[in-house]
């Protein structure tokens, strides 16, 4: 499967924003504080994320990003899309060349198991995870880890 960490990172990243957005914008300094993500690398995926509208940002003082229109009803599979990434487990990225310009064997199976896999995705929005007690123990880690490190600065 080629899911790389973009579609990882995006997802993290707007889950985080998800769990921390309720006392107004998140900073993405705070995102990338908390999950270990770059903040240029961040810039990047917002960047996408905003042209699809599963973000806004806010600019000044207490500025930072909120979730957009569709909040926390947003499907995973439609932050992986936002991104530009790939859910695909064909060898060649479903363009069917994978053997001297033919599909091979199997590649029908790799596309149906790429489909499922967008599907299951495409099932599960960020208030789920935001409800799953591993997801909301996670979060109360990273919190105090982030504000230990804040405190020692």
């Not at 990003?65 to 060649?92: F, H, N, P, Q, W």
């Not at 599909?103 to 409800?131: G, R």
């Not at 909301?136 to 230990?148: D, F, P, V």
Request: charge should be negative.
């Amino acid at each position: 499967m080629r899911l790389t960490t973009k579609g990882r990172y995006a997802v993290t990243a707007m889950l985080d924003l998800a769990l921390h957005s309720a006392s107004g914008p998140v900073t993405l300094a705070d995102i990338s504080g908390r999950q270990g993500i770059s903040l240029s690398y961040l810039e990047q995926l917002f960047s996408k994320l905003r042209r699809r509208k599963l973000v806004a940002s806010t600019r000044g003082p207490g500025g930072g990003y909120t979730l957009g229109e569709m909040e926390c009803s947003v499907s995973i599979a439609a932050i992986i899309d936002a991104v530009d990434e790939s859910i695909d487990s064909t060898k060649c990225q479903d363009k069917g060349n994978c053997q001297q310009g033919q599909k091979c064997l199997t590649h029908h199976l790799w596309s149906d198991l790429s489909e499922q896999i967008h599907s299951f995705l495409s099932d599960i929005t960020l208030e789920q995870l935001m409800s799953k007690r591993e997801v909301i123990e996670t979060a109360e880690r990273q919190n105090s880890l982030a504000g230990l490190i804040y405190a020692e600065q």
